[in-house]
C-alpha cells in the first residue's frame, strides 16, 4: 500500500474515502473511451485508473449501468467481447439488472 497511498492509508487523511466505489459516469464517450456493440448492445468501454475497464451498458434499460473488470491490460476486442456477453448472461431481462442468485 505504501507505493500507492503515501499516508500508509490512514482513513483520517480523507475520511470521505469509501473503498470499492467507483465515480458515476453518465456512458459519455472520452478521448481514452471506446465504443463496442455486443449482440445488439452498446457499450462505452474506459480504463478505470486502476488497470481495469469500466464498461458502461448504453443502450441498456438502466442509465448509467455497467460493469467493471480488472484487470484488462492489452485484452483484444474479442476478450473485451466475451467479458461483455458475460455480463449480459446475468443480467435479469425483466428488470435490466443483474439477476439475483
Do not use: C
Not at 455486443?38 to 468501454?45: N, R, S
Not at 492489452?74 to 449480459?88: C, G, P, V, Y
Request: glycine share 14%.
Amino acid at each position: 500500500m505504501k507505493a500507492i497511498y503515501s499516508d500508509d492509508g490512514d482513513p483520517a487523511v480523507d475520511p470521505g474515502a469509501v473503498p470499492g466505489l467507483r465515480p458515476v459516469t453518465d456512458g459519455a464517450t472520452d478521448a481514452t473511451s471506446r465504443t463496442l456493440e455486443v449482440d445488439g448492445e452498446t457499450f462505452v468501454l474506459r480504463p478505470n485508473g486502476l488497470g481495469g475497464t469500466d464498461y458502461a451498458w448504453l443502450s441498456g434499460p438502466n442509465p448509467g449501468y455497467g460493469f467493471g473488470v480488472g484487470p484488462t491490460a492489452d485484452l483484444s476486442a474479442d476478450e473485451h467481447t466475451k467479458n461483455i456477453r458475460d455480463f449480459l448472461d446475468t443480467v435479469d431481462p425483466s428488470t435490466g439488472y443483474l439477476a439475483d442468485d
